[in-house]
C-alpha cells in the first residue's frame, strides 16, 4: 500500500506515501483524517510526506478540497521532491490552488505551516494562517 503510516501526533494527523497514490489511497487517508477530527474538540493538521511518490492519481485536488471542507480540517501541508513536482505538475499545480493546502521541500516547514493553521482562529468558520509583519521592534499579526 503507498500509504506506508498515518498516526495523529498530539493535533498533527501525520502520513508517508511512496509510489503511485490512487484515488482509493488518498480517500483512505482523507477519510481517516476526517474520522479523527470529526471525533475530536479541537481541529487537526495534516501532514503527508510525499517525496518517494513518482506518481499521484488525478482525483488528488478533489480529494483534498472535500475533505478540507471538514470545519475541523485546518490544513494540510504536502512534502515533495523536485522530481515528483516534475512529474506531476498539473496535479500538484491543482492541489495546492486548494485553500489550506501548500507543498514544500521539508518536514519542519510543512509542520510549522499546519500549526499556524491550527492556531489563528478566523471568525467565518475556518482556520486561517497567520501572517508575521515586523516594523521597528513591533509585530503586527494578521489573519486570513
Known amino acids: ?24 489511497d488518498l480517500r483512505l487517508w482523507a477519510n ?4 479523527y477530527a470529526e471525533s475530536g474538540s479541537v481541529p487537526l493538521g495534516a501532514v503527508m510526506d510525499m517525496a518517494e511518490v513518482n506518481r499521484v492519481a488525478p482525483t488528488a485536488a478533489k480529494v483534498l478540497g472535500e475533505l478540507l471542507k471538514s470545519p475541523n480540517v485546518g490544513g494540510v501541508g504536502i512534502i515533495i521532491s523536485d522530481a515528483m513536482l516534475t512529474q506531476n505538475a498539473k496535479i500538484v ?13 521539508n518536514w519542519d516547514e510543512a509542520l510549522r505551516f499546519v500549526q499556524a493553521r491550527l492556531t489563528v482562529p478566523v471568525t467565518m468558520g475556518g482556520w486561517g494562517t497567520m501572517n508575521v509583519s515586523q516594523f521597528s521592534s513591533r509585530s503586527f499579526a494578521s489573519a486570513y
Open 93 to 105: 499545480d491543482k492541489m495546492s490552488e486548494l485553500n489550506g493546502v501548500r507543498m514544500f521541500s
Open 32 to 35: 481517516a483524517l476526517r474520522n
Open 1 to 24: 500500500m503507498p500509504i506506508h503510516r498515518m498516526s495523529l501526533e498530539g493535533d498533527i494527523f501525520v502520513a508517508k506515501a511512496v509510489g503511485y497514490l490512487e484515488d482509493p
